[in-house]
């Protein structure tokens, strides 16, 4: 009938949230970090916002510069996952991956937790729904796309 759940995922800071195949989407807003009198992120904030791990949870206003001062720290810091609501957004490292055309190429990459949870819940999904499930990922050309759905398979 058409019916379905869908799961995002961005990389290079894209992404394309899950929606129930009726059109309905998920959207949910948080807030923003604040800031120094120099501009620059203070030492606890920071702290805070590498811990951030969902978006939606930013204590403030909610701001274009908070969001991507929080996404700039945890890349900083390693942390090139961060979940938006439903979304996962990935920033691409561009660290050497090998050939990502080749599933073997993956096989002794451990999957990142919120990768994993994203297949879980789509595994989940089907089977509590019997509907077909689908994970988008969406990004501009050398994002890496192609690795993370060899990552997935």
Known sequence: NGTGNGHGIGNGFNGVGGTNGNGNG????????????DGGVTGGQRKTASNMEDLIHLPGPLTEDAVMRTLQTRFNEGKFFTNVGPILLSANPYHDVGNPLTLSSTRSVPLAPQLRKIVQEAVRQQAETGYPQ??????????????CSMLLL
């Open 26 to 37: 998920n959207s949910n807003s948080g807030g923003g970090i604040g800031s120094n009198s």
């Open 134 to 147: 689908a994970i988008i990922l969406s990004g501009t050309s050398g994002s890496g796309k192609t690795h």
